[in-house]
Protein backbone atom coordinates (compact mmCIF):
# COMPACT_ATOMS: atom_id res chain seq x y z
CA UNK A 1 0.00 0.00 0.00
CA UNK A 2 1.19 3.62 -0.98
CA UNK A 3 1.55 6.18 1.93
CA UNK A 4 2.40 9.69 1.85
CA UNK A 5 6.09 9.94 1.96
CA UNK A 6 7.05 13.74 1.63
CA UNK A 7 5.17 16.78 0.39
CA UNK A 8 5.97 19.91 -1.54
CA UNK A 9 4.53 23.51 -2.15
CA UNK A 10 4.69 24.66 -5.92
CA UNK A 11 4.93 28.10 -5.88
CA UNK A 12 4.93 30.50 -8.89
CA UNK A 13 6.26 34.41 -8.38
CA UNK A 14 5.64 33.61 -4.58
CA UNK A 15 2.15 32.73 -5.00
CA UNK A 16 1.18 28.86 -3.69
CA UNK A 17 -0.13 27.45 -7.18
CA UNK A 18 -0.36 23.75 -5.91
CA UNK A 19 1.93 20.31 -4.34
CA UNK A 20 3.19 17.63 -5.02
CA UNK A 21 3.43 15.20 -2.80
CA UNK A 22 5.70 11.77 -3.51
CA UNK A 23 4.10 8.22 -1.92
CA UNK A 24 5.97 5.26 -1.25
CA UNK A 25 5.94 1.36 -0.17
CA UNK A 26 8.90 -1.11 0.05
CA UNK A 27 9.09 -1.65 -3.91
CA UNK A 28 7.70 1.54 -5.93
CA UNK A 29 7.26 5.16 -5.75
CA UNK A 30 4.33 7.78 -7.31
CA UNK A 31 3.80 11.36 -7.39
CA UNK A 32 0.86 13.80 -7.67
CA UNK A 33 0.20 16.94 -8.64
CA UNK A 34 -2.88 18.82 -7.20
CA UNK A 35 -3.56 22.78 -7.96
CA UNK A 36 -4.72 25.07 -4.46
CA UNK A 37 -8.35 25.47 -4.97
CA UNK A 38 -7.52 29.11 -4.40
CA UNK A 39 -4.89 29.20 -7.30
CA UNK A 40 -7.98 27.41 -9.67
CA UNK A 41 -9.77 30.59 -10.02
CA UNK A 42 -7.40 33.09 -11.41
CA UNK A 43 -3.86 31.04 -12.40
CA UNK A 44 -1.92 30.57 -14.91
CA UNK A 45 -1.01 26.82 -15.13
CA UNK A 46 2.36 26.05 -14.30
CA UNK A 47 3.65 24.27 -17.28
CA UNK A 48 2.21 22.72 -20.85
CA UNK A 49 1.32 19.71 -19.39
CA UNK A 50 -0.48 20.92 -16.86
CA UNK A 51 -3.76 22.67 -17.39
CA UNK A 52 -5.63 24.76 -14.53
CA UNK A 53 -7.89 21.81 -13.64
CA UNK A 54 -9.40 20.63 -10.41
CA UNK A 55 -8.11 16.82 -10.96
CA UNK A 56 -5.06 15.67 -9.32
CA UNK A 57 -2.26 14.85 -12.07
CA UNK A 58 -0.62 11.40 -11.15
CA UNK A 59 2.59 10.01 -11.82
CA UNK A 60 4.36 6.71 -11.69
CA UNK A 61 7.63 8.24 -11.80
CA UNK A 62 9.21 11.56 -10.83
CA UNK A 63 7.57 14.01 -13.35
CA UNK A 64 9.10 14.89 -15.81
CA UNK A 65 8.60 19.15 -15.54
CA UNK A 66 9.54 18.91 -12.10
CA UNK A 67 12.80 16.55 -12.77
CA UNK A 68 13.70 19.32 -15.48
CA UNK A 69 13.93 21.87 -12.30
CA UNK A 70 16.70 19.99 -10.00
CA UNK A 71 20.20 20.53 -11.38
CA UNK A 72 22.95 18.88 -13.21
CA UNK A 73 26.11 17.68 -13.36
CA UNK A 74 28.75 19.11 -10.62
CA UNK A 75 26.25 21.46 -9.29
CA UNK A 76 24.00 17.80 -8.52
CA UNK A 77 26.85 16.24 -6.78
CA UNK A 78 27.33 19.39 -4.53
CA UNK A 79 23.88 20.13 -3.68
CA UNK A 80 23.12 16.05 -2.78
CA UNK A 81 26.65 15.72 -0.66
CA UNK A 82 25.65 19.14 0.81
CA UNK A 83 21.80 18.04 1.33
CA UNK A 84 23.50 14.79 2.51
CA UNK A 85 20.85 13.19 -0.41
CA UNK A 86 21.33 10.15 -2.86
CA UNK A 87 22.08 12.07 -6.31
CA UNK A 88 19.66 10.01 -7.93
CA UNK A 89 16.97 11.87 -5.08
CA UNK A 90 15.49 13.69 -7.24
CA UNK A 91 12.65 14.86 -5.10
CA UNK A 92 14.52 15.60 -2.25
CA UNK A 93 17.04 17.54 -3.48
CA UNK A 94 14.11 19.79 -5.23
CA UNK A 95 12.88 20.08 -1.75
CA UNK A 96 16.29 21.41 -0.87
CA UNK A 97 16.99 23.71 -3.28
CA UNK A 98 13.59 24.39 -4.38
CA UNK A 99 13.30 27.82 -2.91
CA UNK A 100 16.59 29.06 -5.14
CA UNK A 101 15.23 28.06 -8.67
CA UNK A 102 15.58 30.13 -11.74
CA UNK A 103 12.60 31.45 -13.46
CA UNK A 104 9.00 31.71 -11.58
CA UNK A 105 8.54 28.27 -9.69
CA UNK A 106 10.10 27.47 -6.52
CA UNK A 107 9.54 24.66 -4.33
CA UNK A 108 8.95 24.45 -0.24
CA UNK A 109 9.20 21.46 1.52
CA UNK A 110 6.54 20.73 3.29
CA UNK A 111 6.01 19.39 7.28
CA UNK A 112 5.36 15.34 7.44
CA UNK A 113 1.96 14.51 9.21
CA UNK A 114 3.45 11.67 10.57
Excluded: C
Excluded at 2 to 17: I, P, T, Y
Excluded at 26 to 49: M, R, V, W
Excluded at 77 to 96: E, I, M, N, P, V
Amino acid sequence: MLVENRKGKVLVNGRLAGFIIEYRDNTKESYTFTYDDAYLSDGSPIGYHFPISEKHYEFDTFPPFFANLVSEGWLRAYQSKKARLDKTDSFGLLLANGKELIGAVSILPMEQNN
